[in-house]
């Protein structure tokens, strides 16, 4: 919860429309209305109490990001350079995954693996609240090393439905602590004790399965190098040639295997990749020409449409 101050108006008219000026321009939140609800007045001060209704935050520690989602914003089809553990608080959450749609409830927690194309949007009108834990290479590294005391990047955590409540609260308590500015010993014993409570977490032969299910080697090669050249000026043409098949035959192929175009598909690359330029400290316009955007408003376009919020707002949520 946030809380903001504004001066009043002398005259009782300019009251309302003095503060919904200063709200439209500072802490307008994907269209939400103003509330008076939100609000006491204190003195000559209208008090705002707001609840951030999309937030990023990254801890201390490497490898993870949180997202808190209050409001009815639909994610579309996307993809995650890592894995994303993701839950719901309240009220359920409709996803679409490798052709299937399915709903998640309280009471159940939801892994993806890296690059997999899903999409998600709240299940009814009532109140949500979407969990989700961006969780890295750099992450499993170092959660490794919480398990065992050393690292050998051999860590496996599969596409997955966990249906354990406990499960459930530790990964909101995780969540929460994440949100909150929790010390760091306390968001590695909840780390622990939540991944301990999955059965399918392995010490294998991979940390960071990339490959997708079902898909072909051509596929996957093509992948792997639009992932190694995402920021490159990409051709049909060209990826055809590396699948060795027809530029039909690859749209064909992809789409079915993947679940988006190869357009879309690279277009998601781009953005995860000016995502991790913003959080590292550049400016906006540098994220856009490094990770392949033609200029500034195409990304900032393409990042609201994907995430929620304008890429100024998120970097600004990153350094709070």
């Known amino acids: 919860m946030h809380k903001f101050r504004f001066h009043l108006g002398t005259a009782p008219q300019s009251l309302y429309e003095k503060f919904q000026c200063c709200y439209e321009l500072y802490f307008k939140f994907n269209d939400r209305n103003f509330s008076w609800r939100d609000c006491v007045l204190s003195n000559q001060y209208i008090i705002v109490r707001m ?31 890592g894995h994303v553990l993701w839950l719901n608080s309240e009220g359920g959450e409709q996803y679409s995954l490798k ?20 999409s998600n949007r709240p299940w009814s009108s009532a109140r949500r609240h979407l969990r989700s834990l961006y969780l890295g290479e750099e992450f499993f590294l170092y959660l490794e090393k919480l398990f065992t005391g050393e690292v050998k990047g051999k860590l496996t955590l599969p596409t997955s439905v966990i249906e354990n409540r406990k ?106 990749r000016a995502r991790e330029y913003i959080d590292s400290g550049q400016g906006i316009a540098e994220a856009a020409f490094l ?30």
């Open 291 to 320: 990770a392949g955007f033609s200029d500034q408003s195409h990304l900032s376009r393409s990042f609201k449409k994907r995430y929620g919020l304008t890429p100024g707002l998120y970097g600004s949520q990153k350094l709070s």
């Open 167 to 272: 499960c459930w609260q530790l990964a909101i308590l995780l969540h929460e602590g994440i949100l909150n500015n929790e010390d760091q010993l306390l968001l590695e014993e909840l780390s622990i004790s939540l991944f301990l409570q999955m059965k399918n977490l392995q010490f294998g032969e991979v940390i960071y399965r990339r490959s997708l299910d079902n898909s072909s080697d051509r596929i996957n090669t093509i992948v792997e190098f639009m992932r190694a050249g995402c920021s490159e000026n990409l051709s049909l043409n060209n990826l055809a040639e590396i699948a060795q098949c027809t530029s039909y035959h690859l749209i064909r192929l992809f789409r079915n295997q993947v679940g988006m175009s190869p357009h879309a598909y690279l277009v998601q690359l781009r953005l995860e």
């Open 51 to 81: 609840s951030i209704p999309l937030q990023y935050k990254s801890p201390l520690y490497p490898g993870v990001e949180a997202l808190s989602c209050k409001n009815s914003f639909a994610f579309a089809g996307h993809i995650h350079n």
């Open 99 to 118: 052709g299937c749609t399915n709903i998640l409830q309280p009471g159940s927690v939801s892994i993806i693996e890296p690059g997999i194309v899903h």
